[in-house]
Nanobody, 116 residues
Framework: QAQFVESGGGLVQPGGSLRLSCAVS???????????MAWYRQAPGKQRDMVAV???????TYIDSVKGRFTISRDNLKKTVYLQMNSLKPEDTARYYC???????WGQGTQVTVSS
């Protein structure tokens, strides 16, 4: 009914950049453009937290720790959500997931490791 395929993660040095992509499919998302979408992250031993959310109208909210460094965007025709991450810090290390908030659907995520 719903599938998220996250990609673009990897190992990067502090100060580096990565661009994450999330391809969304399934009948649950036939009207993808109508839904808010978000990126979450989960570090080992910690809870999964929302990082950024983009509404169906394009309104965007970020957590304070990523403001000015991360940019969330979406392509409704491609049913894809992006997260451009710049000036990465070791504390950004986590597994990153995208989802429609409240849907209960999750993908496998993509691992981001920031280390020298």
């Amino acid at each position: 009914q719903a599938q998220f395929v996250e990609s673009g993660g990897g190992l990067v040095q502090p100060g580096g950049s990565l661009r994450l992509s999330c391809a969304v499919s399934g009948s649950f998302f036939n009207n993808f453009r109508l839904y808010n979408m978000a990126w979450y992250r989960q570090a080992p031993g910690k809870q999964r937290d929302m990082v950024a959310v983009i509404s169906n109208a394009g309104m965007i909210t970020y957590i304070d720790s990523v403001k000015g460094r991360f940019t969330i965007s979406r392509d409704n025709l491609k049913k894809t959500v992006y997260l451009q991450m710049n000036s990465l810090k070791p504390e950004d290390t986590a597994r990153y997931y995208c989802t429609r908030p409240g849907s209960g659907y999750w993908g496998q995520g993509t691992q981001v490791t920031v280390s020298s």
